[in-house]
């Protein structure tokens, strides 16, 4: 197992002690050559720090960008723009910057720029960014159709759209994964908050199809490890208990 595997492992199974100390460890002083796969390690380890809300979050994204541009890891280059995309999503939906009606839009370029450091004709795309880019679009389109609290009046096209490419993703994922359980809950979530605009007879039923998916993903992601998954998919279960459309949470570290 290469290194940049063992980041990957120990990230996916929540073990952040030993991600960081591995991340730690690898990382060279200032003269010495960067490791192979060195810059996929603080890639994951400033992603994790992100959502712990860590302050050295911006020094492994530093170095994961220092790694990539030295050692030519286009890939770890495009994983990095997602922290933009997230940015870009949350400065729009806090609504306190110029243009933030074209900040989802903007977002959503973000993620084709990938295309120009991973091409969509690689087998790199294929495997790993292709279903990246359909659930980022995914999460995109379902925030600006919600304003990230409720669906909004005359946004059922945006859920749409967030139905379509979770679907996408869906297809590019392997079972059991912690991708593929994120976006079956994506699009569990987005089923169940399109009923926010539905009176048909049948609604309670439709409800309860959704919370039972959810509640096999988050069953499933207590079973793999995948904690934040589980804990993503656990509040969602509570609203949809109650049938509210308020208090969900996405399934993304943002």
């Known amino acids: 197992m290469s290194n940049a595997d063992q980041a990957s492992r ?45 302050i050295d979050q911006y020094l492994w994204r530093a170095r994961a960008l220092t790694a990539a541009v030295l050692t030519g890891a286009r890939d770890t280059a495009a994983g990095l723009l997602l922290q933009h995309f997230f940015a870009a999503t949350a400065r729009t939906l ?3 910057v110029d243009g933030k009606e074209h900040g989802h839009e903007q977002a959503r370029l973000i ?11 690689t087998l790199q795309w294929s495997e790993l960014f292709a279903r990246l880019y359909h659930e980022k679009r995914a999460f995109s389109f379902l925030m600006e159709g919600t304003g990230g609290g409720v669906p909004l009046t005359g946004s059922e096209r945006r859920l749409r759209e967030a139905e379509s490419e979770y679907s996408a993703a869906l297809l590019l994922g392997s079972e059991g994964k912690r991708g593929t359980l994120k976006v079956r809950g994506g ?10 605009y539905s009176s048909h007879p049948e609604l309670e039923e439709s409800k309860r199809e959704w919370l039972e998916e959810t509640q096999r993903v988050m069953s499933a992601a207590t079973a793999a490890g995948y904690r934040d998954v589980a804990e993503w998919a656990a509040t969602n279960v509570g609203v949809m208990s109650r049938g509210e459309f308020r208090g969900w949470t996405p399934y993304e570290v943002v």
């Not at 060279?28 to 994790?48: D, N, Y």
């Not at 993620?111 to 004709?121: G, Q």
């Not at 699009?187 to 926010?196: I, T």
């Open 10 to 54: 120990l990230y996916t199974a929540n073990d952040n002690d030993a991600l960081f100390r591995l991340a730690e460890q690898r990382w060279p002083p200032l003269g010495k050559e960067l490791p192979q796969g060195i810059s996929e390690e603080c890639r994951f380890a400033s992603i994790r720090a992100t959502q712990l809300q860590r």
């Open 94 to 96: 806090e609504g306190a």
């Open 111 to 121: 993620l084709e720029e990938m295309k120009r450091l991973v091409p969509a004709d």
């Open 187 to 196: 699009l569990a979530l987005v089923h169940y908050l399109q009923l926010a």
